[in-house]
């Protein structure tokens, strides 16, 4: 064996009294951090393999094992602290791009976390969730500016349906995909992410009445049938894009870039371009899918808007068109761009986005934070009075209920979760899914560890997870005296800053705590 | 507890003093407490009929030179004047309180060709009350006016010597302030051309209703919620022509379970509203009197969490927060009635304005 300059990441402990050899642990890592010596009769442990994605810790029958982190430092230095020089002995020895994946573990101000919301006191009435309605239903598509009303000639006379009699209303609405919760599952191929992961999205989608997206990596035929809570991605590679596939869906989405890697494409090896992925991605089996940096066809927002138009076009004007987009400086400028382009949902993706798959430079230096983002772009749309014309979703580290729900009373429409689907399937974020040695059996393609996860039981944990979600959010809008989202969407007055700077706050369009109207 | 809200108006159009509104809301007082009163008039000016006549409060001499030359820009001033006032020892610090009968000058509408006349005037009202003068047009309307300021209503009533004016409509306003402290110009009705709006309540969605104001060239420098819904009802009837039934059923839809039970056109109806209009809904406690010189209307919030009464006698009709505030004026009704949460109460004039 290589003798290796750096230390391990994780140390790995194994209580010889517990442990019966019966090399589960063997068996579920598929990093080879434990192997068998038939010799010895002895189950041994190399911690330097460890990726601390804890599999055998839970799989181990007699609770034998422990991870933890590896608590010796090389280095006694602020500055070049152990993972600073990790990663320069990992390119002193291989001259590569240092890759990762999941979003970026830098430890960024989480400005989530320097947010407070309101509540209602006596002169407001606070809502109980539980006696009375609460609406989180929302749709999202571009919408007309105002409407126009015409008188019938003929008064009809409905039963409850007053003023829906007299008047018609003549101006028609685009094409909405309706959520019953403001929240969709981001973008994650079937290539990154296995079968079983991807059918789980799909399904829960289905059951909880909200959407899953494709991710570039095509649509697998048995997938079709969650078509109507599918959103198709068309991005740069082109995979598994063609009429079909354009209507098998509730929306299209344009991926320009990522949270996780702006500016840069995609690259799924040719080991895992299986029979199945090359089907749904429409290449050849074994060969590598690439996606280039930017489309060959959109070198401007002309270009884009030429291709949101042929999307259009090819759908009959019968699916609203996403562009997604990473949260970068110029956001806002862009962000408007997009909507006077013809788009009819804004997706940014912010800094903390994940990945299958990224150069570690890129994910954790480029971008900017998604609390900024939102902000920026929803002050921009309505300043230039095209707010209603595009709908916004926000996505990049959603971690919880209440981010949602600050990120809506920012300005989002909806958020996109990836990370968060992820983890209450079971990813224990060891980062490793450009591997595609996951353990838990979501970020895989080897058959072998594919069947890890149940679908089915991934979908139920999916459906609680979004269950849970929209009981938090009724909770907390009952509490702030608001019963339709659409009064939290927006509304900047029921958010405080609480330790933020002075430009932070401005740009958040919010006042700091302890201010009052 | 919380504010009073009280509205008059004769059916036929035949003037009565302001005396009986401010008996109305007078008997209300235990839900106020005195840091906030006014009163609006329908027909009350009928020899400037039609000159948009501006109420103004001023906080000194130096804002009202600025805002007389701004004023000179775009009208022709017909007649400018103090709003009469008489001693009362419970109202102070009084500000100066001044009122201008105003026509749009050829000049302006040369030069703003593409607007109407009452955008004009909404322009000069927006830029004067967002611009730190010190001055703000409490109203701005043609044949009706505004009178407002720090004190019970029926305080303010007797200052402003409103028994001595007569109109057709009234409606007032008793403030209990929650959100801004009491002030002046903070005071209800709230107006914008002949809209005037009082409001008992608190809107917990003020913050998106702002932003979605802005997006159309409001500005909302009052602080204030009530502002707000006035400019909601101005903006969907005035610039975007909805009957006033369809801007009521957007700033108070009815909840979706209740549309997803409905037939399909009328479904796809309140969805379309919903839908484009999510920036208008009004959320949280609230009833609500808003007269536009053709009629007066009273409703609630969705839920109902506030008190809204409903009379009518003869050809007048009345609304108030308590029941005790129309008897003081109207022992016997014919009919009297709780104004149900999802409905719009209507009083409009049938006859000729006298």
Known sequence: MKRMLYSPDYLVTRDPEKCIQCEVCVRQCAFNAHTYDAEKHRVDTDCSKCVGCFRCVYMCPTGALSVSEFSGRMANSAN??????KELYKQAETGGVLLTGMGTDKKYKIIWDHILLDAAQVTNPSIDPLREPMELRTYLGGKPLSIEVKENKRKVSLPGADISGRFSITTELPQQLELKTPILFSAMSYGAISFNASKALASAAEECGIYYNTGEGGLHKDLYRYSKNTIVQVASGRFGVDTEYLNSCAAVEIKIGQGAKPGIGGHLPGEKVTDEISMARMIPKGTDALSPAPHHDIYSIEDLSQLIYAIKEATEYKKPVSVK?????????????????????????????????????????????????????????????IRNRASIIAAGGFRNSADVVKAIALGADAVYIGTAALISMGCHLCQKC??????????????????????EIACRRLVNLILAWSLEIKEIMGGMGINSIESLRGNRLRLRGFDLHENELKILGIKPAGESL | MGCSIAGVIDGNGSL??????????QKMFLRAN????????????????NDFCFHVIYKDDKSKDITDAILKLDFDVVKSEPIPTKSIKEIINRPILWRYFLQVSDSAKRQFYDLTEEEIVMRVVMK???????????????????????????EIGRFFRLEEYSGYCWIAHDRFPTNTPGWWAG??????????????????????NKRYLEEFGYQLPLR????????LFDLLLRKHSLPLEIAYKILCPPLWHDIDIMPAPAREFYKKLRVVYSGALINGPSAIIVADGKRMCGFTDRIKLRPLIHAACGSKHYLASEECAIREICPVPDELSFVKSGELTVCGIKGKIK
Not at chain 1, 328 to 349: K, P
Not at chain 2, 16 to 25: A, L, Q, Y
Not at chain 2, 192 to 204: P, T
């Open chain 1, 80 to 85: 070049w602290t152990d993972k600073q020089l």
């Open chain 1, 325 to 385: 987009i990473a949260a970068v400086h110029n956001v806002a400028a862009i962000a408007s761009g997009i909507v006077r382009a013809g788009a009819d949902i804004v997706a940014i993706d912010g800094i903390r986005g994940g990945t299958g798959a990224a150069p570690t430079r890129t994910r954790d230096n480029v971008g900017i934070p998604i609390e900024l983002a939102i902000s920026a772009v929803d002050t921009r749309m309505r300043e230039e009075g």
């Open chain 1, 434 to 455: 450009y591997t595609g040695k996951c353990n838990w059996g979501i970020a895989t393609q080897d058959p072998y560890l594919v069947k890890r996860l149940n679908s």
């Open chain 2, 16 to 25: 009565f003093s302001g005396d009986e509104i401010i008996r109305s809301i």
């Open chain 2, 34 to 49: 005195g840091l906030g009163g006014g009163f609006a008039g329908y027909g009350i000016y009928p020899e400037n009929k």
């Open chain 2, 128 to 154: 004067i009350n967002s611009g730190s003068y010190g001055s703000f047009i409490i109203s701005s309307g043609k044949n009706m006016g505004i009178f407002k300021g720090v004190g019970y209503a029926s």
């Open chain 2, 187 to 208: 005071a209800h009705p709230f107006g914008l051309l002949n809209f005037s709006l009082v409001h008992n309540g608190e809107i917990s969605s003020y913050g998106i």
């Open chain 2, 224 to 231: 204030t919620d009530s502002e707000a819904i006035l400019y």
